[in-house]
C-alpha cells in the first residue's frame, strides 16, 4: 500500500470542479512539498503542481493546489472530457528519505 | 526544447539484468538530477532512485538497493538505470524523469520533465 492515500476514482460532470485529496504524515507532507502529476493514459506523467500550489508554464488556472497540515488537495474547475486521466500526488518522505507516491485517482468527466 | 528520449522496449528472462538509457538534450544535463521511476501495469509510480548528473552522487529507494545501478556518461548527455536479477514482479514501464531544481536535489518530489518510458518484459 501507498505511504500517501487517495481516493481510487472521482467523477463529475463537464464544466464541474473536482477535489482530489492526498493524505500522509508528518514525515511527508506535513514536513515537505507536494507536487500532483496528471497521467493521461499511455503517456507518461506531467508536472501539474509543483511546491504545493505552484503551476509550471503552459499549465492552465483551471488547475490548483493546496495543503494543510498532512493533507494536500489537487482542484481542477472547468472540466472537459481531455482531463480524463490518473492523478497522482507525490512528496518527499524525510523517514524513509525517499520520493513517494499516492496511490492515484482515477479522473471520469461523465 | 528540453527532451528526454529513452531507449526500446526489452523482454528479458528472469534473472537477466535490463539496462535502459535516456538521452537528454535541450538543457545543461549536469546541471540536474535525474529520477528513475517505475510502473507496473494498472500500478502507482514507484521512485527507484536519482542521480546527480553533476557529480554522480546516487541515491537509490530501500526496496531496490543492491538491484538498481543509475550512472551517467555526461560526454553522451545520457543517464542510464540498470537493473538485476529480474523477476516478472518487475514487468513495468520504467521513466527517467528530471528533476525540477537545478543544481541538486530539491527534495520536493517535482519532476518537471519526463521521458516516454520504457516498457521492460520479464518472461520466461
Known amino acids: 500500500q501507498s505511504v500517501l492515500t487517495q481516493p481510487p476514482s472521482v467523477s463529475a460532470a463537464p464544466g464541474q470542479k473536482v477535489t482530489i485529496s492526498c493524505s500522509g504524515s508528518?514525515?511527508?507532507?506535513?514536513?515537505?512539498?507536494v507536487s500532483w502529476y496528471q497521467q493521461l493514459p499511455g503517456t507518461a506523467p506531467k508536472l501539474l503542481i509543483y511546491?504545493?500550489?505552484k503551476r509550471p508554464s503552459g499549465i492552465p488556472d483551471r488547475f490548483s493546489g493546496s495543503k494543510s497540515g498532512t493533507s494536500a488537495t489537487l482542484g481542477i474547475t472547468g472540466l472537459q472530457t481531455g482531463d480524463e486521466a490518473d492523478f497522482y500526488c507525490?512528496?518527499?518522505?524525510?523517514?524513509?528519505?525517499?520520493?513517494?507516491f499516492g496511490g492515484g485517482t482515477k479522473l471520469t468527466v461523465l | 526544447q528540453v527532451q528526454l528520449v529513452q531507449s526500446g522496449a526489452e523482454v528479458k528472462n528472469p534473472g537477466a539484468s535490463v539496462k535502459v538509457s535516456c538521452s537528454t538534450s535541450?538543457?545543461?544535463?549536469?546541471?540536474?538530477?535525474m529520477h528513475w521511476v517505475r510502473q507496473a501495469p494498472g500500478q502507482r509510480l514507484e521512485w527507484m532512485g536519482w542521480?546527480?548528473?553533476?557529480?554522480?552522487?546516487?541515491k537509490y529507494a530501500q526496496k531496490f538497493q543492491g538491484r538498481v545501478t543509475i550512472i551517467r556518461d555526461t560526454s553522451a548527455s545520457t543517464a542510464y538505470m540498470e537493473l538485476s536479477s529480474l523477476r516478472s514482479e518487475d514487468t513495468a514501464v520504467f521513466y527517467c524523469?528530471?528533476?525540477?531544481?537545478?543544481?541538486?536535489?530539491?527534495?520536493?518530489?517535482?519532476?518537471?520533465?519526463w521521458g516516454q518510458g520504457t516498457m521492460v518484459t520479464v518472461s520466461s
Open positions: 524523469a528530471r528533476d525540477s531544481c537545478s543544481g541538486g536535489v530539491c527534495y520536493t518530489g517535482a519532476f518537471d520533465i
Open positions: 535541450g538543457y545543461t544535463f549536469t546541471s540536474y538530477v
Open positions: 542521480i546527480n548528473a553533476g557529480n554522480g552522487n546516487t
Open positions: 508528518s514525515s511527508n507532507i506535513g514536513n515537505n512539498y
Open positions: 511546491e504545493n500550489n
Open positions: 507525490g512528496t518527499w518522505d524525510s523517514s524513509l528519505s525517499a520520493v513517494v
